[in-house]
């Protein structure tokens, strides 16, 4: 029985507008007569993925230094139009085994959660710059936390913007702040309580649609740290997750009750992805870093004259192909380097998803889109 885990994909469904637009006025004597209604239908690109499929070599939830498996996953065309394909994977670890290891953390901004004083203007909300102690300008924020209630946050990064969401409805609260160093790598969510009269809890915790699960967060004297390294995280992340604040007695404040989530890099890397070897295998042609195009993907390509260039996928239009020439694969061979991991690795996680992109292969879209050079074969 095959072992499947669920990976995130981003599923073009891109719907070409043909618009006709027709106007202008001139003094001359015109007549008209209505020619009837004629109607262009654009083509569409609509790409599905399937789940990764997981080889049943290995126990991937006991995994072990010098351990080998597959990972497949599928693509079909759904669309009209013809296309060419590219994906992007993201992986790394998560999970730190010491506090010592945030000594090598460099910090380039907060997303801050605490109690304040309530009635008195303080804040509660806020994003707050590296060498900082109050938030930013427009980010500084009042919030009511209600007791023993989950209240959720977002957190996203577009490559340039940090957006930062607390609660839900006509209740939420949205920050942004735009980040002048993209140079992370790594997130470290910590909360704090000062009594054990007091807890806050984080959990339900995503990263782009990944579960990290709260048993990978360090205790230790009321603090808690949870590390999250992935490669590409400076080029954008969607965290999602839940916090719950509770006291007995008298509310709390003046950060007494708080989290906050870290955006920074580590001059060492904590857990290094480079342990995992990520091979293509399977009979479709993939290519990472193809000479001249994009890198970071791999992209469907064919031989021509004894050079790769992009792979043309047909669609459905006029029954041109069937679900078996609409349909590709991309497979690896991933092994985890014995020599290059030790203690350190013991109960981290290693998470990836692949990220797909498809566009339509003809006019020139594949350079425009992916500033790659196709030729028309359409």
């Known amino acids: ?14 719907t070409m507008a043909i618009a006709m637009v027709a106007g202008g006025t001139m003094a001359w004597f015109t007549d008209e007569a209505d020619a009837g209604e004629t109607t262009f239908t654009a083509g569409t690109v609509i790409l599905e993925a399937d789940e990764a499929v997981l080889g049943e070599t290995v126990t991937w939830d006991n995994w072990n230094p010098g351990d080998e498996g597959t990972v497949e996953w599928g693509f079909i065309n759904e669309g009209t139009k013809a296309i060419n394909l590219r994906a992007k994977l993201d992986k790394g670890w998560i999970g730190i085994q010491s506090l010592e290891d945030l000594e090598t953390f460099n910090s380039v901004l907060r997303a801050m959660a605490r109690i304040g004083v309530e009635g008195s203007g303080d804040w509660e909300l806020g994003i707050i710059q590296e060498g900082s102690h109050s938030p930013a300008q427009g980010t ?29 409805g006509d209740d939420a609260i949205t920050m942004t702040y735009a980040v002048d160093e993209e140079d992370f790598n790594d997130i470290v969510i910590t909360t704090r309580s000062t009594s054990e009269a007091y807890s806050v809890l984080v959990n339900n915790l995503m990263l782009d649609g990944i579960e990290l699960g709260a048993e990978n967060f360090i205790e230790e004297n009321g603090w808690s740290y949870l590390i999250i390294r992935r490669e590409n995280l400076g080029e954008g992340f969607v965290l999602t997750g839940e916090s719950t604040m509770d006291w007995e007695g008298n509310r709390p404040s003046r950060s007494h009750l708080t989290y906050q989530i870290e955006l920074g890099n580590s001059t060492e890397p904590l857990l290094s992805p480079e342990n995992v070897d990520w091979n293509v295998i399977g009979n ?8 001249g195009f994009e890198t970071g993907y791999y992209y469907y390509v064919v031989e021509e004259n004894e050079e790769n260039v992009l792979g043309r996928i047909a669609g459905t239009y006029g ?19 014995g020599e290059e991991t030790g203690n ?3 109960g981290a996680k290693y998470i990836f998803s692949l990220n ?17 050079e196709v030729s028309d074969e359409e």
Do not use: C
């Open 319 to 337: 029954d041109e192909a069937d679900e078996d020439e609409r349909t590709r694969t991309l497979s690896f061979n991933v092994y985890l380097k």
């Open 344 to 346: 350190e690795y013991q």
């Open 356 to 372: 797909a992109e498809a566009v339509q292969a003809s006019n020139g879209a594949a350079e425009a889109m992916w500033g790659l």
């Open 1 to 14: 029985m095959e072992m499947r885990k669920k990976i995130i994909f981003t599923m073009m469904a891109l």
């Open 284 to 291: 479709d042609n993939w290519i990472l870093n193809l000479e």
């Open 140 to 168: 500084q924020n009042h919030f009511t936390w209600p007791k023993a209630t989950a209240v959720p946050f977002k957190l996203t990064f577009d490559g340039e913007v940090v957006t930062y969401i607390v609660g839900s």
